[in-house]
């Protein structure tokens, strides 16, 4: 049984640049969610996805920020014009169905350091 | 808005003993779930147990078990029988399931090093 994979596990780019982060679930799971998880702190919620439904995004999502998720499978973060306060551990989950019991699966992270 | 507290400082623990991680949390809410998870420095978070707010019973899992007090609002996780490679953050985390609202709202987590 394949587990959430993200790609890369490490971005370092330079501030102003654009970035993409790939999230792949658990094959069968139609919820996706995105956190961020910055030194010290627990992860936060950004926003997550049923199906290809973007259901709710968290105030912490500028509008440089923006995921998608076509066809309901896998899911992209993009962050445009990136600021060094945007380092962090983008960690993907995802789950199978809702509800309050419904454990969230993570990824290994995408590891992102702006210079 | 609900919130999960973690105030304890990093925690040592020796091999084969047991330990207790501390987690408080606030909610009006009265259905709600609470989870543990366990993230080594590798960074991913594992999923270790789940306790519904209206299960009566404490959740285990091997040597993962919850202590829940609905009244204090407190859930606290008990590993038994220590080992090395329990050295690890550990996070407490909610979710309140109000419609489309699926977050988990996460503490700010507990160093857990086991001695030899």
């Known amino acids: 049984d394949t587990g959430v994979s993200q790609d890369p596990r490490h971005k370092i780019t330079k501030r102003g640049q654009n970035v993409t982060f790939r999230c792949d679930p658990i094959s069968e799971h139609n919820r996706l969610y995105w956190y961020r998880q910055t030194l010290g702190q627990g992860p936060e919620f950004l926003t997550y996805f049923q199906n290809e439904a973007q259901l709710e995004k968290s105030r912490l999502l500028s509008d440089r920020f923006s995921a998608e998720r076509p066809k309901g499978s896998f899911s992209t973060l993009e962050i445009q014009r990136t600021e060094q306060g945007d380092s962090a551990m983008y960690l993907c989950a995802s789950s199978p169905r809702g509800g309050i019991a419904d454990t969230q699966y993570f990824g290994p992270g995408t590891r992102l350091t702006v210079l | 808005a609900q919130k999960i507290t973690q105030t304890q400082p990093g925690m040592f623990v020796q091999e084969k003993e047991a330990v207790t991680l501390d987690c408080t949390y606030d909610?009006?809410?009265?259905?709600?779930?609470l989870f543990w998870y366990k993230q080594p420095s590798s960074g991913e978070m594992i999923f270790l147990i789940y306790?519904?707010?209206?299960?009566?019973q404490n959740a285990t899992e091997g040597r993962y078990s919850l202590n829940f007090q609905k009244a204090r609002k407190s859930a606290n996780l008990v590993i038994s029988a220590s080992q090395l490679g329990d050295s690890a953050m550990y996070f407490c985390a909610m979710r309140i399931d109000t419609g489309a609202n699926s977050k988990l709202t996460f503490g700010k987590g507990i160093t857990l090093s086991v001695r030899p």
């Open positions: 306790q519904g707010s209206y299960d009566e």
């Open positions: 909610t009006s809410d009265q259905s709600y779930g």
